[in-house]
């Protein structure tokens, strides 16, 4: 695939790509613009058109062009690949090799979707009472209808597969699309239908409800070539520019909370669809935005996911928070049925995740009850282990004490009450945040390649690849190319001195994390705590 790609950068330039998200401004032989991950203050993200490759200060990242549309839409280098080769009329099939038979088949599946969804909305145009249903009972307009490609699938059960064998597509091809059940058949019969849209506008499955009773009331297409639900979120596509503009994003439970909700002016609304969250999707998520607001219900299963989403954004520096006051309505669209304006200023009023299922549990415990303070403080030692800030973490550690009646010392013994297990409470990093390392990491290494006497001290392995060197060139020229011989010597010390340190504090985040593998195992559980100590002393 090397030749395509570089067939593609050939036909796009970098600064038009990049400048389809971000506003760049010529800035000499390179561009400059503000960080589309927004943790920037001042126009800290270059491009340089000669090297063609981006690198954001802020967020210390950067690459190729495929690397930016990978980052800035969650996708994988597959999918940039096709997205990109689309963009500039590159047919990839000439590039490929043992792979063209499934890449074949992926597209006769997105050729199929995309016919199979105009025809869903051909027959909801011409069915009075699912049209009845769209737009009286479920409230939706037009404009929303269009957006979300709304449709209709026929009772009958061959209706699509005839239409699409007329077509040219066989019935292989239609089961590799999800369109087909077990005996053939059309998989979708007598529902409202909804289009699973990828982050590129393609078609790649969809959810359907059922209309007039029956189970189940949502049937979802089955894992395809195209459609994997762990890295699907819906309405992505339709809220990336809202949530790029307001710096937050919004996950709702249902579907249908989405749509309400981009409706309702609210378009920074998603959902992951058929699933529990996943690492993956937050992954996706975080390279929009850092703020995450659950709009999930009070109930168990709203506070196990939230608990499962606080462990999951730990690691992912995701800002987590809980949209909660619905004003007596079970869920979003419920609340949006009643005002749309409440349902704003629930959007706008969310609160700390941690609170919210403290409160919860506070709620349901007794906590003058030895058993109730038991149960109590289990449930928040496990959320404070989830934090990564130190900050945070006293911060929790205080208030939790503060409601039980004991002292934060009190906490941390019950959290690990043998040995030398005291070591594990929150460790302070200083200063250094996850990712800290690796952005001095690119700058010794762009002045180890272009900074001549003053790299002479730093042993880091060369990259190989030819546009992280490029990256690492642009890193020199950008920072340190009006440096004195002396500043930049002296530079390079400091940086070396926190470097060494932000891997330290890395390293014994990882082992802190690993010895919680290890509590009922004591040789290891030391053992991996000596390491720690000796990291700590330096």
Not at 109 to 119: I, V
Not at 521 to 528: H, L, M, S, T, V
């Amino acid at each position: 695939m090397n030749d395509a790609k570089e067939e593609i950068k050939s036909r796009l330039a970098i600064e038009d790509v990049v400048g389809e998200y971000i506003e760049l401004k010529r800035a000499g032989r390179n561009f400059k613009g503000r960080s589309p991950w927004g943790v920037d203050k001042t126009p800290s993200f270059i491009v340089s058109p000669e090297k063609g490759i981006w690198h954001d200060f802020s967020a210390g990242k950067g690459g190729d062009v495929f690397s930016f549309i990978m980052e800035v839409d969650g996708i994988t280098f597959r999918e940039a690949l096709e997205k990109l080769a689309a963009k500039a009329g590159v047919t990839l099939e000439k590039y490929k090799g043992g792979d063209s038979k499934v890449a074949k088949k992926k597209a006769r599946a997105r050729e199929a979707l995309e016919l199979a969804t105009k025809y869903y909305q051909l027959c909801l145009t011409k069915n009075r009472p699912v049209l009845d249903y769209v737009f009286y009972k479920r409230n939706l307009n037009k404009k929303t209808v269009k957006n979300f490609r709304i449709g209709y699938s026929p009772k009958e059960g061959y209706a699509l597969k005839k239409v699409l064998k007329k077509r040219g597509y066989t019935e292989d091809e239609l089961e590799v699309a999800g369109l087909l059940n077990q005996y053939g058949g059309d998989l979708f019969r007598g529902r409202m239908m909804v289009p699973f849209i990828n982050t590129d506008g393609t078609v790649i499955g969809y959810t359907a409800r059922v209309l007039n009773g029956g189970e189940p009331k949502y049937l979802n297409t089955p894992e395809t070539l195209l459609f994997n639900k762990s890295r699907f979120i819906f309405g992505l596509y339709q809220a990336k520019e809202a949530i790029r503009k307001t710096n937050y994003v919004v996950i709702v439970e249902g579907n249908m909370d989405v749509i309400s909700s981009h409706q309702a002016g609210v378009s920074q609304a998603v959902a992951t669809s058929g699933t529990a969250m996943t690492e993956q999707h937050l992954k996706i998520l975080s390279h929009l935005t850092e703020d995450v607001r659950l709009a999930y219900d009070g109930d168990d299963a709203g506070i196990r996911a939230t608990e499962r989403a606080i462990n999951l954004a730990g690691n992912l520096g995701i800002n987590l928070s809980v949209i909660s006051d619905y004003h007596g309505a079970k869920d979003p669209d419920e609340l949006i049925q009643k005002s749309a304006d409440l349902w704003k200023k629930a959007v706008e009023s969310p609160k700390p995740a941690v609170d919210w299922l403290l409160d919860k549990y506070e709620e349901r415990l007794n906590l003058n009850s030895a058993n109730g303070k038991k149960e109590y403080s289990d449930v928040a030692i496990r959320l404070i282990s989830y934090l990564k800030d130190p900050v945070v973490v006293k911060h929790y550690e205080q208030l939790v004490a503060k409601r039980l009646d004991v002292s934060v010392e009190d906490l941390r013994n019950k959290k690990l009450p043998s040995g030398p297990a005291h070591r594990l409470k929150p460790i302070s990093k200083n200063g250094y945040e996850v990712g800290h390392a690796k952005v001095l990491e690119d700058s010794l290494l762009s002045i180890m390649l272009f900074g001549g006497d003053a790299g002479a001290g730093i042993d880091l392995e060369i990259p190989e690849d030819e546009t992280r060197l490029d990256e690492l060139s642009l890193i020199f020229e950008t920072k340190f190319k009006n440096f004195s011989k002396k500043e930049l010597k002296d530079a390079t010390a400091e940086m070396l001195k926190k470097y060494h340190k932000a891997r330290n504090q890395e390293k014994i985040a990882e082992l802190s994390k690993e010895a919680e593998k290890y509590e009922d195992d004591e040789e290891k559980f030391n053992d991996i705590m000596r390491e720690i100590e000796r990291l700590q002393k330096g």
